[in-house]
T-cell receptor, first 118, second 110 residues
């Protein structure tokens, strides 16, 4: 079955440590995204990538880094510079039609990774 | 950045239709309206999307006003499992970014 796999599901980290969240998709989607969700809040975009070896900052990119070396993978690193890293992190992917094509852009989400900083 | 407005919460009796409204008065002519839902501590699930015409699938119906400034998601026979947060979203400008607001928390009761 095609889908998005995020790991780990739960992660605990000490302050000052970097941590990397994994996101893998086998949907052959070009675009991938990372969102952050805090309790009772909506999703906020951290980073997104429309093609391999290219990515753009979202609205809350500070303290995070990403890479896109393979089409299937889009790992997110939460660095020690992120002041409030405790959150629920969601990865998503979509067929990147590009705005120029005026097509629909349906996202498929993973199950999420919950990061807690101790 | 939010381009949609939704009520914070709604209730619906099991078996009845749930009608979830959304205002998107600044939507552009070629922008789609998308609906997702999120059950607690899970990833959002795609429901439906539309451009101008009303749409229906196995999960729901989407009614878009003629001026496209608002839409309504209809769950025809709500069940307890439909209790979730429902997000109405549109694309941000000329990008592929979809910005999720805080959505509508739908509570279906017996």
């Amino acid at each position: 079955d095609g889908g998005i796999t995020q790991s780990p599901k739960y992660l605990f980290r000490k302050e000052g440590q970097n941590v990397t969240l994994s996101c893998e998709q086998n949907l052959n989607h070009d675009a991938m995204y990372w969102y952050r969700q805090d309790p009772g809040q909506g999703l906020r975009l951290i980073y997104y990538s429309q093609i391999v070896n290219d990515f753009q900052k979202g609205d809350i990119a500070e303290g995070y880094s990403v890479s896109r070396e393979k089409k299937e993978s889009f790992p997110l690193t939460v660095t020690s510079a992120q002041k409030n890293p405790t959150a629920f992190y969601l990865c998503a992917s979509s067929i990147d039609l590009g705005w120029a094509f005026s097509g629909a852009n349906v996202l498929t989400f993973g199950a999420g990774s919950r990061l807690t900083v101790l | 950045d939010a381009k949609t407005t939704q009520p914070t919460s709604m209730d619906c009796a099991e078996g009845r239709a749930a009608n979830l409204p959304c205002n998107h008065s600044t939507i552009s002519g070629n922008e789609y309206v998308y609906w997702y839902r999120q059950i607690h501590s899970q990833g959002p699930q795609y429901i439906i999307h539309g451009l101008k015409n009303n749409e229906t699938n196995e999960m729901a119906s989407l009614i878009i006003t003629e001026d496209r400034k608002s839409s309504t998601l209809i769950l025809p026979h709500a069940t307890l499992r439909d209790t979730a947060v429902y997000y109405c979203i549109v694309r941000v400008g000329n990008t592929d970014k979809l910005i999720f607001g805080t959505g509508t928390r739908l509570q279906v009761f017996p």
